[in-house]
């Protein structure tokens, strides 16, 4: 099984920043895409940014110009760094990535989720 497990999750004043990690684990072959998603509460979850195994990304226009992705290829890890972040930023943020596994079975998991608060 694959498993992503979430951290760096908090509390935040506006304007202020976070970086989140999601580590992927288990009998992984190759991950392909990876992506944060946000749920804010009374809200549908959607996606905030996604990055390629070749490091192509794309944002979410709440996104772009504050938010960065990246990825470790080699430790099946991706990041999300937040910067000016605002109240409506507020969230829990998952983690998502698909790939194939080492008997090569397609996979695809989210991690638990992981809570971004921001304070005005």
């Known amino acids: 099984q694959v498993q992503l497990v979430e951290s760096g999750g908090g509390l935040v004043q506006a304007g202020g920043s976070l970086r989140l990690s999601c580590a992927a684990s288990g009998s992984i072959f190759t991950t392909n895409a990876m992506a944060w998603y946000r749920q804010a509460p009374g809200k549908q979850r959607e996606l905030v940014t996604e990055i390629t195994k070749g490091g192509t990304t794309s944002y979410a226009d709440s996104a772009k110009g504050r938010f960065t992705i990246s990825r470790d290829n080699a430790k099946n890890t991706v990041y999300l760094q937040m910067n000016s972040l605002q109240p409506e930023d507020t969230a829990v943020y998952y983690c998502?990535?698909?790939?194939?596994?080492?008997?090569?079975?397609?996979?695809?998991?989210w991690g638990q989720g992981t809570l971004v608060t921001v304070s005005s």
């Open positions: 998502y990535a698909n790939g194939r596994t080492q008997l090569d079975r397609y996979f695809e998991v």
